[in-house]
């Protein structure tokens, strides 16, 4: 079972700066790829970074060069950077966790990320 706590939301204008955090429960975490998502209002839930175990990174063209994923395994925590942040930002974001073994999907409560113009 994992548990996945994301903090560090909120309001900020356009061109400011946000980092998001995400805590994560139990063991597995060093061996589980970790991701973002985010889903705007009357939109689908897309995926905006990703990160494997061993590090390698992914990230939605809409967010690249902008937006850095990281992660601390000695403390079950994943990290986005988010600077240059557009309106288009907007959306709830969501900490996914991908179990090593049985491929099973987690996720966190979401945190709302606010940009104003």
């Known amino acids: 079972q994992v548990q996945l706590v994301e903090s560090g939301g909120g309001l900020v204008q356009a061109g400011g700066s946000l980092r998001l955090s995400c805590a994560a429960s139990?063991?597995?975490?060093?061996?589980?790829?970790m991701a973002w998502y985010r889903q705007a209002p009357g939109k689908q839930r897309e995926l905006v970074a990703r990160i494997s175990s061993g590090g390698t990174t992914g990230y939605a063209d809409s967010v690249k060069g902008r937006f850095t994923i990281s992660r601390d395994n000695a403390k079950n925590t994943v990290y986005l950077q988010m600077n240059s942040l557009k309106p288009e930002d907007t959306a709830v974001y969501y900490c996914n966790a991908v179990h090593f073994y049985s491929s099973y999907n987690y996720w966190g409560q979401g945190t709302q990320v606010t940009v104003s113009s």
């Open positions: 139990g063991s597995t975490f060093s061996r589980n790829a």
